[in-house]
């Protein structure tokens, strides 16, 4: 017999279709069983678009009487782009509603759940609440941070270097770490880079499979002045491309850019007169962007880990000796009482490298 995990395993798959096309909003997945059989399902597939509750009970129907739905998140109790949840799952008859995660949206915190309660519907919480919230991470980070998750990837070598002393990086890792790196792109919204990063290695930023979605390409840029042969700027991906500059961009430069689809946005420096990256995170938060796969160099990296901001840190360290290079982290620490603290939590052989994951002490 189907359990209550299987069903809401069902349901959490469902609402992963929705990868890339649901933000800022969640990814939600909803089954509606009666008689150990689904009556109905759907997922939330665009942002805007209805919710995953009422894609289930469309499919149901009238069949939706008494019969008990597996919902990843609490169903919404409030006039958004779309009607509330909570009253359709209610006016249907739904009898029973198990939820994975309450709904950190302070407009509906908990009202949904009540709703639901209030009108004789039994709920319960807690269902595979760790992979929902894993899976919504990014609209969780959004809703109680105000700034999207971060996951901060650095390569090394054994000896903690990102570069050799040109400043060239590719290729430390191998190709299966490289594929690996690709296959985490696509799970966030977008992908930034320092504009160091793009003169020295030119890379195209891009997921491995570009048939269906495909995150932004965020550089920050001190300056709009580049070569207009930069991949990010010639290939077909120019229209998924953002750069965040503190300078007061040059019309003339700043139209040939958009011209060519890029979207430019302006942020205030630093005191050191660089682009201030909590403002940056801030911003991309405007947009809409739950998500950031931060992937250097060596300065951002640093500031994310001393301001905080990082939410999981892969670490690739290649079998290779340097030397001499440039270092995986920009410099802050004077001496070890000055060193942020790090918690790591895996470990894994990709290839001939190795993945080392882990996270801030502090968070
Ligand atoms: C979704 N999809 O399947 C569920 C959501 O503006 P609206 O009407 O789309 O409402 C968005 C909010 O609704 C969202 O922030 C979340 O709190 C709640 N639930 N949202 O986009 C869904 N169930
Ligand atoms: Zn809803």
């Known amino acids: 017999m189907t359990t209550h995990f299987q069903w809401m395993r069902r349901a959490l798959h469902l609402a992963s279709k929705g990868r890339g096309f649901t933000s800022p909003n969640p990814m939600v997945g909803a089954v509606l069983v009666k008689n150990h059989h689904i009556i109905g399902e759907g997922y939330h597939e665009k942002f805007g678009g209805p919710h995953a509750e009422v894609m289930a009970l469309r499919q149901a129907g009238v ?59 039994k709920v319960y919480t807690g269902l595979l609440e760790k992979e929902a919230r894993d899976l919504n991470r990014g609209f969780i980070s959004l809703m109680e941070k105000k700034r999207p998750w971060l996951t901060l990837k650095m390569a090394q070598t054994a000896d903690g270097y990102i570069a050799d002393l040109s400043g060239k990086s590719q290729w430390i890792t191998s190709p299966p770490a490289r594929e690996f790196v690709m296959s985490q792109r696509a799970l966030h ?13 030119n890379p195209g930023l891009l997921p491995a499979k570009r048939d269906a979605y495909i995150p932004w390409r965020i550089i920050l840029a001190g300056t709009l002045m580049m070569p207009d042969s930069l991949k990010i700027l010639t290939d077909d991906y120019t229209q998924r491309t ?117 996270r801030l002490d502090s968070c």
């Not at 919204?189 to 290695?201: A, E, F, P, Q």
Request: hydrophobic letters at 40%; charged letters at 20%.
């Open 189 to 201: 919204d977008g992908i930034m880079v320092g504009l160091g990063t793009v003169l020295k290695d």
């Open 242 to 358: 953002m750069i965040l500059t503190c300078e007061n961009p040059e019309p003339e430069r700043l139209k040939f850019l958009t011209d060519r689809g890029l979207k430019i946005l302006t942020i205030p420096a630093d005191s050191t007169g660089k682009v201030s990256i909590p403002k940056v995170l801030e911003v991309l938060g405007e947009q809409g962007i739950t998500s950031v796969y931060c992937e250097g160099g060596g300065q951002i990296a640093g500031t994310l880990i001393r301001e905080g901001l990082c939410d999981e840190i892969q670490l690739f360290v290649a079998p290779k000796v340097l030397g001499q290079g440039l270092p995986v982290f920009g410099g802050f620490a004077k001496n070890l009482d000055q060193a942020v603290r790090l918690k790591w939590e895996d470990i894994q052989r990709i290839g001939p490298d190795l993945l080392v994951r882990g």
């Open 63 to 121: 069949k939706a009487k008494d019969a008990t739905m597996y919902v990843t998140l609490e169903p919404c109790s409030h006039q958004g782009k779309t009607p509330p949840c909570a009253p359709q799952v209610i006016k249907a008859g739904v009898s029973r509603v198990y939820i994975s995660m309450t709904d950190p949206n302070p407009l509906v915190n908990q009202n949904g759940i009540r709703m639901l309660e209030n009108a004789g519907v």
